[in-house]
């Protein structure tokens, strides 16, 4: 990756940033410029484009999937954005920065966890976190 700008296009790259944004959102983030590391602050923009993972460039998809497209890593990706989504929804009842990223992705759903990659699988764990129970399993989590 030659810089920031290619960063911030690739696909697994996305990924990172939309861990480090569901989890921590986007406060005391750094990047390291010629030898110096500064504090980064994210546009909206920036913002954005982390959390939409799919919209990524990934290698698979520019050599044409020759495994076939069921091995886009595309799909790879889901498992940890629910995970991380899921975690989120948790952090935000209590955390104002975490608000604000659960709200951009709210205000986006449908961009950020797109249907052909997640069908249904976010309205569940949507409903999942209604579950008493299942929110009991999360809080105890480590």
């Not at 911030?8 to 940033?17: F, P």
Request: charged residues 25%; proline residues 3%; negative net charge.
């Amino acid at each position: 990756i030659q810089d920031f700008k290619g960063y911030m296009s690739r696909g697994w790259c996305r990924l990172e940033q939309f861990a480090r944004l569901t989890t921590c959102g986007t406060s005391n983030m750094y990047v390291l410029k010629d030898k110096v590391l500064e504090e980064l602050h994210f546009s909206r923009e920036q913002s954005m484009a982390a959390l939409f993972v799919q919209e990524g460039t990934f290698t698979c998809c520019q050599r044409g999937h020759p495994g076939g497209a069921a091995y886009c890593d595309k799909y790879s990706c889901v498992d940890t954005q629910l995970g991380l989504y899921a975690m989120l929804l948790q952090k935000s009842k209590d955390d104002e920065n975490m608000k604000e990223v659960s709200n951009t992705i709210a205000c986006n759903k449908d961009a950020v966890f797109p249907v052909q990659y997640f069908g249904d699988l976010i309205a569940k764990v949507e409903e999942m976190k209604l579950n008493p129970i299942v929110e009991d399993a999360i809080d105890d989590a480590p």
